[in-house]
């Protein structure tokens, strides 16, 4: 993608303002009170900051108070701090799995070898010797004349999906943008595709490098409650089953039925693949669903614009997290989601006493705590679907999600990189810091469709997401890169994700700064940032340009 010639121009104008703000009005974000928040939000007495659970009342009155005090006021429909969400909430119980292959059964235990899930509305799910299908990446995108079904019918079948799409294996194909995953390589996106062809269910195959996580991860997430916005017609949208099983399972799934996995994944990256039938092998699954409907919240705060109070900056983070789960090898069972997310809702804290404390700004600024953002992105989507303030009016937006407590580092990362101008707004005032800006430092995961940034910018809101990454800039480096790479191999979605008082907090805060100075210069101007050429987001944004002066 690039800029065009107006865009350009557009941005050149700016950046010197920009990076003045940086100098000249940035407020000293103070380390201990981040960390103060992060330690209560991720308290034990937090329970895991489940959604629609006891705890969540908790986080509301935590959050609603803070902003307040930062002189914010209730942001939310009919002059509430909280936005009401409601959701149908699934618990799958007495699971029992099995493959049959070819006259042999092989149990499957939930956790084990494979994780079922549903969120289809029902009692009872029973699927009796389904035929197992292998349709490569599960992708139909006529766009890029790619067809993983072809003709072949799947209704009634449960079909076996690679995670990602074919450029990860094979980034010079470029079908799907290289390295870089497209939003045909999520999870989600495999769901809805197959419950749009009529499948019973669907099994992901999970390896670790194409998913960005290891297995730990998809046994945390997926074998809880799954939760979901409610649906018209949810059967035309959702599946029986959802699940992933491990890679050596369906290594050894694929033996038995006479097919070798690892040449069909090397089939399944070119456009002329076919689906192939694992024959003889079905997969049999009956288990109970318990389906009630919940009511969890967004807390909003709002801090009015003195001369366009019409025209929204957003700053986002979701303040929910797993909750309580199975224990670990210590026993513990409180998902304390301390870097994730607690640092993210603590940075909206501090920003809020940041702007309530400075000069009131000519645009709103508006803070965003969503929940429900670990069950699937549900309340930005819910928000995104249903805005409290007009989306053609919102100028851009701000996410942040798990943000950097191990020490100042060179550079500062864009998921997404390449999208909108926020790019170089935002690359003006980090050079001013002595860093650089790393355009996504790994596309291939996903990222930019795995926070809430998501659901707005889908709907043309010129939204970004980022933070610190790269090499340390301060002493002990080979300490800080180890405590990291540790996070992400160890902490991440476990129960070991906790407060620590020996953080070093201060490259959040300067991701703090840069957050502040691009928000506040957008807020005191008459510029809207604009969608990069190419983008798929900017046909959604041109629709409403009427709408804004």
Same mark, same amino acid.
């Given at each position: 993608?690039?800029?065009?010639?107006?865009?350009?121009?557009?941005?050149?104008?700016?950046?010197?303002?920009v990076a003045g703000a940086a100098s000249a009005q940035?407020?000293?974000?103070?380390?201990?009170?981040?960390?103060?928040?992060?330690?209560?939000?991720?308290?034990?007495?937090?329970?895991?900051?489940?959604?629609?659970?006891?705890?969540?009342? =908790?986080?509301?009155?935590?959050?609603?108070?803070?902003?307040?005090?930062?002189g914010f006021e209730p942001g939310g429909p009919n002059?509430?701090?909280? *936005?009401?969400?409601?959701?149908?909430?699934?618990?799958?119980?007495?699971?029992?799995?099995?493959?049959?292959?070819?006259?042999?059964?092989?149990?499957?235990?939930?956790?084990?070898?494979?994780?079922?899930?549903?969120?289809?509305?029902?009692?009872?799910?029973?699927?009796?010797?389904?035929?197992?299908?292998?349709?490569?990446?599960?992708?139909?995108?006529?766009?890029? *004349?790619?067809?993983?079904? =072809?003709?072949?019918?799947?209704?009634? =079948?449960?079909?076996?999906?690679?995670?990602?799409?074919?450029?990860?294996?094979?980034?010079?194909?470029?079908?799907?943008?290289?390295?870089?995953?497209?939003?045909?390589?999520?999870?989600?996106?495999?769901?809805?595709?197959?419950?749009?062809?009529?499948?019973?269910?669907?099994?992901?195959?999970?390896?670790?490098?194409?998913?960005?996580?290891?297995?730990?991860?998809?046994?945390?997430?997926?074998?809880?409650?799954?939760?979901?916005?409610?649906?018209?017609?949810?059967?035309?949208?959702?599946?029986?089953?959802?699940?992933?099983?491990?890679?050596?399972?369906?290594?050894?799934?694929?033996?038995?039925?006479?097919?070798?996995?690892?040449?069909?994944?090397?089939?399944?990256?070119?456009?002329?693949?076919?689906?192939?039938?694992?024959?003889?092998?079905?997969?049999?699954?009956?288990?109970?669903?318990?389906?009630?409907?919940?009511?969890?919240?967004?807390?909003?705060?709002?801090?009015?614009?003195?001369?366009?109070?019409?025209?929204?900056?957003?700053?986002?983070?979701?303040?929910?997290?797993i909750g309580v789960g199975a224990p670990d090898a210590?026993?513990?069972?409180?998902?304390?989601?301390?870097?994730?997310?607690?640092?993210?809702?603590?940075?909206?804290?501090?920003?809020?006493?940041?702007?309530?404390?400075?000069?009131?700004?000519?645009?709103?600024?508006?803070?965003?705590?969503?929940?429900?953002?670990?069950?699937?992105?549900?309340?930005?989507?819910?928000?995104?679907?249903?805005?409290?303030?007009?989306?053609?009016?919102?100028?851009?937006?701000?996410?942040?999600?798990?943000?950097?407590?191990?020490?100042?580092? *060179?550079?500062?990362?864009?998921?997404?990189?390449?999208?909108?101008?926020?790019?170089?707004?935002?690359?003006?005032?980090?050079?001013?810091?002595?860093?650089?800006?790393?355009?996504?430092?790994?596309?291939?995961?996903?990222?930019?469709?795995?926070?809430?940034?998501?659901?707005?910018?889908?709907?043309?809101?010129?939204?970004?997401?980022?933070?610190?990454?790269?090499?340390?800039?301060?002493?002990?480096?080979?300490?800080?890169?180890?405590?990291?790479?540790?996070?992400?191999?160890?902490?991440?979605?476990?129960?070991?994700?906790?407060?620590?008082?020996?953080?070093?907090?201060?490259?959040?805060?300067?991701?703090?700064?840069?957050?502040?100075?691009?928000?506040?210069?957008?807020?005191?101007?008459?510029?809207?940032?604009?969608? =990069?050429?190419?983008?798929?987001?900017?046909?959604?944004?041109?629709?409403?340009?009427?709408?804004?002066?």
């Amino acid at each position: 993608m690039r800029l065009s010639v107006s865009v350009a121009a557009l941005v050149a104008g700016a950046l010197l303002s920009v990076a003045g703000a940086a100098s000249a009005q940035t407020p000293t974000f103070d380390t201990a009170r981040l960390s103060e928040h992060v330690r209560i939000l991720s308290d034990d007495s937090f329970e895991g900051r489940g959604i629609a659970t006891p705890a969540e009342a =908790k986080v509301i009155e935590y959050l609603s108070a803070q902003y307040g005090a930062a002189g914010f006021e209730p942001g939310g429909p009919n002059g509430q701090w909280t *936005q009401d969400v409601t959701l149908n909430r699934f618990t799958a119980s007495n699971i029992r799995a099995r493959f049959n292959v070819g006259g042999t059964t092989v149990p499957l235990t939930q956790g084990e070898q494979i994780v079922i899930s549903t969120r289809l509305p029902g009692d009872h799910v029973m699927l009796a010797n389904a035929p197992l299908v292998f349709v490569g990446y599960g992708i139909d995108a006529p766009e890029r *004349q790619w067809n993983d079904f =072809k003709d072949v019918d799947v209704r009634g =079948k449960v079909i076996v999906v690679l995670v990602n799409d074919a450029d990860f294996e094979q980034p010079e194909l470029n079908t799907f943008g290289g390295r870089a995953m497209t939003y045909y390589g999520r999870w989600t996106y495999k769901y809805e595709e197959a419950a749009r062809k009529g499948a019973a269910g669907v099994i992901i195959v999970h390896e670790t490098a194409p998913a960005s996580y290891g297995w730990a991860t998809v046994t945390n997430s997926w074998s809880g409650p799954q939760f979901d916005i409610v649906r018209q017609n949810a059967a035309a949208e959702r599946v029986q089953m959802e699940s992933w099983i491990q890679r050596d399972v369906a290594v050894e799934l694929f033996r038995a039925a006479g097919q070798d996995f690892e040449a069909l994944k090397v089939a399944a990256r070119s456009p002329d693949f076919r689906p192939v039938e694992l024959s003889g092998a079905t997969i049999s699954a009956m288990f109970d669903v318990a389906s009630t409907q919940v009511t969890t919240h967004n807390v909003i705060a709002r801090l009015p614009g003195t001369t366009h109070p019409d025209e929204t900056v957003l700053y986002t983070a979701h303040w929910d997290h797993i909750g309580v789960g199975a224990p670990d090898a210590e026993g513990d069972t409180i998902f304390n989601g301390a870097v994730d997310n607690a640092t993210g809702t603590a940075g909206l804290l501090e920003m809020a006493r940041a702007f309530g404390s400075g000069p009131r700004p000519e645009r709103s600024i508006v803070m965003i705590s969503f929940t429900a953002e670990e069950s699937g992105l549900l309340g930005s989507e819910y928000y995104a679907s249903n805005p409290v303030y007009p989306l053609a009016t919102t100028v851009g937006g701000f996410n942040v999600d798990s943000m950097n407590v191990y020490g100042r580092v *060179q550079r500062y990362g864009i998921t997404g990189y390449g999208q909108s101008d926020l790019d170089e707004r935002i690359g003006a005032v980090v050079e001013s810091q002595g860093r650089t800006i790393q355009p996504d430092a790994n596309p291939a995961s996903g990222g930019y469709f795995r926070s809430d940034h998501f659901p707005l910018a889908k709907r043309g809101v010129p939204m970004t997401y980022g933070g610190s990454t790269g090499d340390f800039r301060d002493e002990p480096i080979a300490e800080r890169q180890a405590n990291r790479a540790e996070y992400g191999r160890s902490r991440y979605h476990q129960a070991a994700d906790e407060w620590s008082p020996n953080w070093d907090l201060s490259g959040q805060v300067e991701d703090l700064q840069v957050l502040y100075a691009v928000g506040s210069g957008l807020a005191n101007s008459r510029e809207w940032p604009q969608w =990069k050429d190419g983008s798929e987001f900017g046909p959604a944004r041109a629709a409403t340009a009427d709408q804004r002066d």
